[in-house]
């Protein structure tokens, strides 16, 4: 970092415009309210930090809404039955988040009477609590000067610093960074107005930097070359291919539940082939028995973290005799559905 950097300013100026403009967020106590005596909720903090990874706050607000209304408590969501939370997760996707987010809430009821330890070593020895999400809750619900970077952070600080080293990598450098500039006074404000500044204005494109409270330090700003940091390794997707069946009884689907370990663990699917580097040679040997299977035009596409997955679907008649789960139609949110089995079933009904 370079010598000159006005610290004491860059916290100065980002905790006032974080005063004036930052976020109004339906589990965040503003700090006018915190000043009339308004304290965090961890509860309403930790899902909302959870539900959050990997989501945008638009997407992610309804299920917050909706989780709080059906388990207004820790409690409540702890003795709730595992494949009613997996159901009500459905659509946020990456699910192991959904199941640790129930098991958490188990340890905190049976072995913290329902509250959460107030530090960010404890809290990380927690199910499903990383080192982003202890850091912010110890920050935001305990005012403990933790450092938190999440992806706007990293955005904001490899900007104002230039960082040339290409993420994944850079992950330290930028931690380090981040750290040297965290508000001891103000912990959590302080984290909230930072993950906010590249929410709002040092956005992927187009950075307001003409309002940007700090572009008077920013050396990308200087530069007039914003546009390339963070710099970013590329990542090839590999692409999976597959099959999958739709067995349709009058309103009912023959569905199967994954493995509890894994991928979409727990969630319910339509019976299928393994998703392999290449389509199956002969997809029919993985139908769940002989129909007169006809295959829907064009292919479902989804794409997870890591790879790419092209399914085809085949559709025919079946009866309920038939072993197996069968699910109604129009009850299909009673289950825990992940997005790709809902497009597959879609692409099956719209044949
Ligand atoms: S000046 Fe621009 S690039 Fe720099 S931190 Fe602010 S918004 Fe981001």
Same mark, same amino acid.
């Given at each position: 970092m370079k010598k000159q950097t006005d610290i004491p300013r860059l916290r100065r100026d980002l905790l006032a415009w974080y005063d004036r403009s930052g976020r109004t967020l339906p589990w965040r106590i503003r700090p006018e309210d915190r000043e009339k005596g308004a304290l965090p909720d961890p509860y309403k903090v930790w899902l909302s930090e959870i539900m959050l990874q990997q989501t945008t706050v638009p997407h992610a607000t309804p299920y917050w809404r909706k989780f709080l209304s059906e388990f207004p408590t820790i409690d409540d969501l702890a003795r709730a039955d595992q494949d009613k939370v997996l159901a009500m997760w459905a659509g946020l996707g990456y699910y192991a988040r959904a199941r640790n987010l129930h098991k958490c809430a188990r340890v905190i009821a049976s072995e913290f009477r329902g509250k959460f330890p107030q530090s960010e070593k404890e809290l990380l020895k927690l199910p499903g609590i990383g080192p982003y999400t202890a850091a912010t809750m110890a920050a935001i619900c305990f005012d403990e000067p933790t450092n938190i970077v999440d992806g706007n952070v990293e955005r904001v600080i490899s900007r104002m610093f230039r960082v040339h080293t290409p993420l994944p990598n850079a992950k330290s450098e930028l931690r380090n960074l981040a750290g040297t500039i965290a508000d001891p006074g103000r912990p959590g404000d302080y984290g909230q107005a930072l993950m906010d500044l590249g929410a709002t204005i040092c956005t992927p494109k187009s950075p307001k930097c003409e309002i940007c409270p700090w572009s008077f330090e920013c050396q990308a700003f200087r530069h007039q070359d914003q546009a390339n940091y963070p710099v970013k390794v590329k990542k090839v997707r590999p692409v999976k291919y597959g099959a999958v069946f739709a067995l349709i009884n009058d309103n009912q689907i023959l569905m199967r539940k994954r493995p509890?370990? &894994? @991928? @979409? &663990? &727990?969630m319910f699917e339509l019976p299928g082939s393994p998703w392999t580097a290449k389509s199956p040679d002969n997809p029919l040997e993985f139908a769940p028995a002989t129909r007169n299977w006809e295959k829907c035009a064009g292919q479902v596409k989804h794409v997870f973290t890591h790879f790419e997955l092209r399914l085809d679907v085949y559709r025919a008649q079946g009866d309920a005799k038939l072993n197996g789960i069968w699910a109604a139609l129009d009850k299909l949110s009673d289950y825990a559905v992940p997005t790709l089995t809902k497009k597959a079933i879609m692409a099956a009904l719209n044949e």
């Open positions: 509890e370990k &894994g @991928l @979409l &663990g &727990g």
